[in-house]
């Protein structure tokens, strides 16, 4: 797994116990189904119980964005899939400047991960 300290994203990992009676799930499978428990008009029912597993990914992508004064910011395109912005003059895609560079040395011109920490 990665931690995110070589600047390439990260990914995080989650284990959920799931604990649900059955008669909530009539067609469901579970690994182990623990005693019988009576409904409410006293038919049987089991409290079945399962796991799951959520993998998240966190990958830097570099993006066109569409920043209207009237609406909402709107994805164009993907650019890259990476940490860098690098020209794309091709015979594809030119680039097309409107108004000046950013000059601030604050701006951040590349995206990583090295600052987050593992929980």
Request: net charge neutral; glycine share 10%; aromatic share 8%.
């Amino acid at each position: 797994m990665r931690s995110g300290q070589d600047g390439k994203g990260f990914i995080t990992m989650e284990n959920i116990l799931v604990r649900l009676n059955t008669s909530f799930a009539p067609n469901g499978t579970f690994g182990i189904k623990g005693d019988s428990v009576p409904d409410k008009d006293g038919f049987a029912t089991f409290i079945g119980y399962d796991a799951a597993v959520c993998l998240e990914l966190y990958e830097p992508w570099v993006l066109e964005v569409y920043n209207s004064s009237v609406g909402f910011p709107s994805s164009m395109r993907i650019v890259d899939n990476g940490t860098e912005i690098k020209d794309m003059n091709t015979e594809k895609i030119k680039e097309k400047r409107l108004g000046k560079p950013v000059s601030n040395p604050l701006v951040k011109r590349a995206l990583n991960s090295t600052n987050m920490t593992a929980a």
